[in-house]
Each structure stands twice: as structure tokens, then as C-alpha cells.
């Protein structure tokens, strides 16, 4: 597989379900810089990948709301 969910993605999940806000912001410190990195190696492109990483973070939150 690509990915393997850690317990630390599955706590994040709950928290997230669970309304607990501050879980966003540890989420983005965690995985910020890896899908920094990834992006940059797909697109060469620093204002498309973040604007990516924020369409990503925004579509999570989507869910949990």
C-alpha cells in the first residue's frame, strides 16, 4: 500500500469526529511538510501545492462537519 493509517491518524479521526479543533491544528503540523515535499515533487509549483494541501484540509473538514 501507498499509506499506512498509524494510530495516530486513527486519533486524529476521532478527534476530528468529536469536534475537538485544536486535532486541525496538530493534523497540519504533522503532515504539512510531507505534503509539501510530495507536491513540490509532482508539480514544481509552490502556490499550487499549497493551495492543494488548503483544498485537502478544507475537504476534511468537510466531512467531519
Request: charged content about 25%; hydrophobic content about 35%; proline content about 2%.
Amino acid at each position: 500500500p501507498l499509506y499506512y493509517v498509524t494510530d495516530m491518524d486513527n486519533e486524529f479521526r476521532n478527534k476530528l469526529k468529536n469536534g475537538n479543533r485544536t486535532a486541525w491544528s496538530a493534523m497540519y503540523e504533522q503532515y504539512a511538510d510531507t505534503l509539501y515535499a510530495y507536491g513540490m515533487k509532482m508539480a514544481q509549483n509552490r502556490e499550487l501545492v499549497n493551495d492543494c494541501i488548503q483544498d485537502l484540509l478544507h475537504s476534511i473538514e468537510e466531512i467531519f462537519h
